[in-house]
């Protein structure tokens, strides 16, 4: 993976510092041309690597990078599925049944045996899993995405439920179908780890807030900074920034003074912030690597 | 350990049961839906306990407390057994449809001695929580005015065939957005004594109402104004936020910030200076041991785990708190239906039965449908 990926929350209104901030970003990206500007910004500071979720708008987002290849050779997405408020939407308007029926291809074995009310046997959940990871799939068709990551908010669910099977469903099938590297956001690295050792899925790509001031990283500070000294997995450092509460340079030399970590996503909405946010991953990283040296 | 049942496993109900089966403090002993393609699939591969039929998961688990996500119309009766059975009860909310069902489950959990909770995890936002520390220490002055707002995009068009879209299951935006804004009024500026000029319509909606907006007024004379849309796509999410007015300043709390304006500085807030003073979500949340969508809905059960293993009665979100919600919006549906009912007669018009795409362009256009 790249030292630095780029997120996509600033595009669709996300922002856990304010509702007015996140409102004015949606003004500003609801033309694809202001998205496509800031991803190019991004590329010409050496950010090739996308990591968004499957919002209905990435879509375009996709068309365009497809259209353009010769430009952005290197391009690659790592998609995170699903984008959840639109199955969440969709379970309060329709029932979970029919939204489920909605997200599976119309002529399907499958939509047919739900709408006769089945039981539904063990590969009937993996048959389920895999057409809605094709769906959600669909958008990235001829574009690279050689890491696909599952989304906290389903991550997290299943593993309360202790749903894990479906970790090793998603695991196999995008490493089958697409040959690529599944990767889990979560909110709760630790105990995302011990069910992944325990279904046998080795060195698992996580993506998981990593912040000076904890903030979202369940089981506490401490107890993050152990688990990425000391167990056997390829962390991806999201909310680095912790949506501004940090300054900068402050919370990227945090993230860079832990052992092993990967990768750090970070969003940001001008290429002046890009620039600055990307110099300072690589210089304090290299100093890191002298450190160490 | 405190061994939990839970019964209801729609949106709410799924995501209480991660949440729950993660406490450190909880054996979750068995779940109850009569979706049994749901229920066969946590029984097989989440290797939970799973029953269709209530009475028979209270007759034959042996519990310490019920989690109730049901449907709103179906809350009362099986807070009742549970409670009879001698359970603590953790409802979803709104806690009863009916004020005199609410009275007598007050009476009876407190008469058992039983830790009772309803689900309004707004009152475990950080944010929230700054709001009504502010307003309780005086530090804004005698409040005079409260604005709570909640909007979100629900119900975008006139088709859609869950309960929520029922009246008579305690579907509609009353029950769904506006008690989650009620019982913030409730938290952070006291509970109004009456309410007036409602208006409660549907924009897509048949059979409930997608908006509602109405006037509150205090017993000291102070006011508020509800607003609450949940046919408003322009919000990614549902989103709620509570403004409130004193002599010495105002506060605005949703979410993610707290934003405080104070004329002049007060002993009991001696870190906030005259002016604006922001606090964020980022500083304002309580670390939990488990994330699922936010804090709040871990801090919850939390808290209601904590007042079961310490018999601690007086919580925040009680039975007895949560009915004062109810209290409100059963005002609103009185004063509505008698404004609704004098409307309807001199307009000529009937706002349930008229389809709710032509009452909407009735109503704006003054024409009768």
Aim: hydrophobic fraction near 40%.
């Amino acid at each position: 993976m790249d030292r630095v990926l780029f997120g996509d929350n600033q595009f669709f209104g996300v922002n856990h510092m304010s509702e007015e901030k996140a409102r004015a970003q949606q003004m500003r990206f609801q033309d694809l041309g202001a998205v496509l500007d800031v991803l190019d910004a991004a590329y010409q500071e050496g950010v090739r690597t996308f990591m968004c979720t499957t919002h209905d708008r990435v879509a375009e987002i996709c068309d365009y990078f497809r259209a353009n290849q010769q430009k952005y050779p290197d391009y690659q997405f790592y998609p995170c599925m699903p984008y959840a408020h639109k199955y969440a939407n969709a379970v309060t308007e329709h029932g979970m049944l029919e939204a489920l029926r909605r997200f599976l291809p119309d002529d399907g074995a499958i939509g047919a045996m739900l709408k006769g009310g089945v039981a539904l046997a063990n590969k009937d959940v993996e048959a389920i899993m895999q057409l809605l990871i094709d769906a959600e799939m669909k958008m990235f068709h001829g574009l690279r995405t050689p890491v696909i990551f599952i989304q906290n908010v389903i991550t997290d669910l299943l593993l309360g439920l202790g749903l894990n099977d479906c970790f090793r469903i998603f695991h196999d099938h995008v490493r089958n179908r697409y040959g690529a590297e599944p990767g889990f956001i979560t909110m709760n690295v630790p105990r995302l780890l011990d069910v992944l050792d325990g279904l046998g899925i080795d060195n698992p790509i996580v993506c998981a807030n990593i912040n000076k001031i904890g903030f979202r990283m369940c089981g506490g500070i401490e107890l993050y900074e152990k688990t990425i000294a000391t167990r056997r997995f390829r962390p991806v450092a999201m909310s680095v920034l912790a949506s501004g509460a940090i300054s900068p340079r402050e919370a990227i030399d945090y993230v860079c003074r832990q052992p092993r970590i990967e990768s750090i996503v970070f969003g940001a909405s001008s290429r002046g912030n890009i620039r600055q946010t990307k110099q300072l991953i690589d210089e304090l990283t290299r100093s890191k690597m002298e450190a160490t040296a | 350990m405190v061994r939990v049942g839970m019964i209801g496993l729609g949106k709410m109900g799924l995501s209480h049961v991660a949440i729950v089966r993660a406490h450190p403090q909880v054996q979750l002993v068995a779940v109850c839906d009569t979706m049994t393609y749901l229920t066969d699939v946590l029984a097989k591969n989440a290797g939970l306990k799973c029953y269709s039929d209530f009475d028979r998961m209270l007759a034959e688990e042996k519990l310490d407390a019920l989690v109730v996500s049901t449907p709103s119309k179906l809350h009362a009766s099986m807070v009742q057994k549970a409670l009879e059975r001698g359970l603590h009860v953790f409802c979803e909310k709104p806690f009863v449809l009916d004020v005199g069902d609410g009275e007598r489950l007050v009476q009876l959990a407190e008469s058992k001695q039983l830790v009772n909770q309803v689900g309004y995890h707004y009152r475990f936002v950080g944010a929230f929580q700054e709001a009504a520390r502010i307003v309780k220490s005086g530090a804004i002055g005698t409040i005079h005015h409260v604005r709570a707002e909640a909007y979100g995009p629900v119900v975008l068009r006139a088709k859609g065939g869950t309960w929520r879209s029922a009246k008579s299951e305690g579907g509609g935006a009353l029950y769904d957005y506006a008690c989650h804004a009620i019982d913030l009024v409730n938290f952070i500026a006291g509970t109004p004594a009456s309410v007036g000029g409602v208006v409660r319509h549907g924009v897509f909606s048949r059979d409930v109402e997608d908006e509602v907006y109405c006037s509150l007024y205090y017993a000291n004379g102070a006011s508020g104004q509800l607003s609450i849309n949940w046919s408003d796509e322009s919000f990614r999410k549902m989103s709620t936020k509570i403004s409130v007015w004193g002599t010495n300043g105002r506060i605005t709390a949703d979410r993610q910030e707290c934003q405080i304006y104070l004329r002049e500085a007060h002993p009991s807030v001696p870190e906030m200076r005259p002016g604006w003073t922001i606090r964020y979500t980022t500083d304002l949340t309580q670390e939990v041991w488990y994330y699922l969508r936010g804090e709040e809905y871990s801090a919850q059960i939390d808290h209601f785990v904590r007042n079961i293993e310490q018999r601690k009665l007086d919580g925040e979100n009680t039975f007895r708190s949560a009915l004062q919600a109810d209290r409100v919006v059963s005002m609103i549906l009185a004063e509505g239906a008698a404004a609704g009912a004098s409307a309807a007669s001199q307009a000529g018009f009937q706002p349930a039965a008229a389809p709710a795409r032509k009452g909407v362009w009735a109503r704006l256009m003054g024409g009768a449908s």
